[in-house]
């Protein structure tokens, strides 16, 4: 249990943080841009500590993952959450700030229909619009129906090789002619583990990516770990002007995967990377080729 004295450090803090983002998000709205946080990024604790601690940081924005853990222990499926659990979790959220949760995932769909619509049936009554998940291509024409049903988007994501779609191209094979409601979910991080150029992949999906993973990495290859943005390999800022030309809006999901129990002095880092690129981008004149 939190002391007074605590209680009151975390108020200051968070309203300190809060300050001093305030003018870069200004920024990010021009642009059609939102920073969030993806509870996986602090799967060690509850998801009431999760909120926090991204409430902390300044960020207004979250993606919640398809397991939570209620405390900070043991997980249980998002979408098996109990009606009490649930609004546990809304009024959590409403009274740390936090304005929306952008995306859920990485969730399945599979090729089951029942099964397939409990999850957007708990989308849709949790107020998410958007899904990330890797469907198996039985189940595409399924997910196509459902996302045009309840006007909820999904968003491919890639885990690294071997996973289905850990190229790019098979991502596009899988929404091509389809509504725009699938699109991909951009996990930049995995396509440098996987040996991809980040920026060509942003390229051959241009115009249907629908959110980012948002992460850098300290080297190429599958024993990579996280890096505060722009300190590492993956072209941050570079990924980000590419972002701009496309004409992309959605949410950057901050998904560190490294120092689990105290990583958030390094996404205070990657905010400050995000605030600032947003200020020189937002000022920036860039017309889609």
């Not at 291509?137 to 399924?142: R, S, V």
Request: glycine letters at 6%; proline letters at 4%.
């Amino acid at each position: 249990m939190k002391t007074p004295f605590l209680c009151i450090l975390f108020a200051l803090l968070s309203a300190f943080a809060s300050a001093q983002t305030s003018a870069s998000t200004a920024a990010a709205d021009r642009l059609g841009w939102q920073m969030a946080v993806h509870s996986y990024t602090f799967k060690e604790f509850s998801i009431f500590e999760a909120i926090d601690k991204t409430a902390a940081l300044g960020l207004k924005f979250m993606s919640l993952s398809g397991s939570v853990s209620l405390d900070g222990s043991n997980k249980v499926s998002t979408i098996d959450l109990s009606e009490k659990d649930q609004q546990a979790i809304k009024d959590k959220l409403k009274t740390a700030g936090i304005l929306k949760i952008v995306n859920m995932g990485v969730v399945q769909l599979p090729p089951d229909e029942a099964k397939s619509r409990k999850v957007f049936n708990f989308a849709k009554k949790f107020g998410i619009d958007m899904l990330v998940a890797e469907p198996e291509p039985a189940a595409l024409d399924l997910v196509e129906k459902l996302c045009k049903e309840y006007n909820i988007r999904v968003a491919i994501h890639d885990h690294p090789k071997p996973s289905r779609y850990w190229n790019p191209d098979t991502v596009a094979a899988a929404i091509k002619g389809r509504t725009p409601l699938m699109g991909d979910c951009a996990d930049v991080g995995h396509w440098i583990r996987s040996g991809l150029d980040p920026l060509e992949c942003l390229k051959k999906l241009d115009g249907r990516i629908l959110c980012l993973h948002f992460k850098d990495l300290n080297e190429p290859g599958m024993k990579a770990h996280d890096v505060p943005w722009g300190t590492g390999v993956g072209q941050t800022k570079t990924l980000m002007k590419e972002l701009l030309r496309q004409g992309f809006q959605g949410a950057f999901c901050v998904e560190y995967e490294y120092h689990w129990k105290n990583s958030s002095p390094e996404i205070a880092e990657c905010v400050k990377f995000f605030n600032a690129a947003c200020e020189e981008l937002g000022g920036a004149s860039v017309k889609k080729n």
